[in-house]
């Protein structure tokens, strides 16, 4: 049966205007869809092809659209610049071929500060409009497939926890509610088919990722993954593979708050080569007109995060942010921002990846930030010491000591330069961060040191300056100015300091930082 027609507006409007009148106004880095009535016999994901272009101002992006069931279609699309934009449908069925319209992009409302991008200097972070976004991410793997009692309870806990970003899986690695991606074929574990997706299935995650975005939450959504063996859905040929990148791009591209994580532990996954994987990334760059941050993870052998479609590194390594050295090598490396995503958990579990104290969490977090990186926090709390009933494995709520010294770890990382923090000569022991000459950061650790000197790097024709300092207390999360102020001199041909106060005395207990400020 055919339907035609078309239903045009912002994030679907209810009625259709008639065709090409401009509809209701869209915000620049919203989401403007178009929904089409089309054919619901054959295999619609296969046999109907739809796109739309959108103009404006000379600039011509192309987007492609995917089916939701039921014979309705969608192209959904988040206009990056104010103005007066538009369409044209594309399709190989007439009837919702060659239509076309137009709305009015208007200025953002508060909140939307567009999407996270790679900032100017290549190794932080920053919205659209120029906002810094400073990461501190968590990974719930499966909590979007949970029930809808639960995921509440982890959107509640979201609430009043640090986090702004959510690692998450498309497909269930522990037991879910939802498990079917793909139309059942039969009832054993394998009988589906890869041609047909299930949008209800579909239709519940994106309700997950709008849920986020509205607490501004960045959605880093997993792809492929090696923990479901059974059902098998990471392990299908090439062409099921394209067919389902090409349909999450379409579906979940256009919400500014989406990054792309092609795969976690993607070394796990036999099935897929080097090639497989590098192709793919070519599928996704090429499905995604709204070009979202993009990256893959790790188990034991790293993905070359310089290639070009990779705009960030995603690492899984408990050791690199044990001092800010190992961190900072990983950045000179990649010449991208690097983000540990896993550097093991918070928790009690058996496992050695899941059984951190609060202070080793935290410590991690603060030597990667040292190391002019970001790191990801999770947690594996079970009475059974079973991380699969987690936060880790399915949200709800947490239960370590962690977040609460994540978010004032936030707020030293809101406090300080833009775009981000970075490493001041690392390669000569200094062991300090920040903006040479306006901001230092120094941390110690699990070292008790009673005193610091007070020496930063700095040759003559540098700016000699005068700062004020605060002893940080990481842990107990306090912030104690010293008095008076630093007034730097030329110490030898590399270093300056203060004669008058050499030293600044420190609290004999570990997890202490100093921070440095111009007066």
Known sequence: MLKSGV??????????????????????WGVHELVFNGPDSGNPFDDVTLAAVFERAGQQIRVPGFYDGKGVYRVRFSPPEIGRWTWRS??????????????D?????????GPVRVSADGYHFTYADGTPYRQIGTTCYSWALQSDAKCTETLKTLRAAPFNKMRM??????????TNPFARTGDGPK???PTRFDPDYFRRYEDRILRLGALGIEADIILFHPYDEVRGYNDMARADDERYVRYVAARFGAYRHVWWAMANEYDAIKTKTMADWDHLFEILVAADPHDRLRSIHQINTYYDHRKPWITHASVQNGAAVLDDLRAELHRAMTLKPVV???VVYEGNSTKRWGWLSGEEMVERFWWGLLGGTYVGHSETFDPNRDADFSWLGQGGVLKGTSAPRLAFLKQIMEDGPVPGIDPIQPWWNYHIAGKPFDYY???FGTQTPAEWPVILPGRKGDPHGAYRADIIDTWNMTI???EGVFRMEQRDDYNVHDPARPNIALPDRPYIALRLRKA
Request: negative net charge; charged residues 15%; aromatic residues 6%.
């Open 105 to 113: 992009c208007v200025a953002p409302a508060k909140g939307n500060h």
């Open 169 to 178: 899986l498309i497909t269930p690695n522990v037991p879910s509610v939802a």
């Open 441 to 443: 950061l120094k941390y």
């Open 90 to 103: 594309t399709s190989n069925v007439r009837a919702i071929d060659g239509q076309s319209g137009s709305f």
């Open 191 to 193: 009988d589906w088919d």
């Open 480 to 482: 104690t100015p010293v």
């Open 7 to 28: 239903v045009i507006g912002a994030a679907a409007a209810a009625s259709a205007p008639a065709l090409g009148q401009t509809t209701k106004a869209t915000e620049r």
């Open 340 to 342: 540990f995503d896993e």
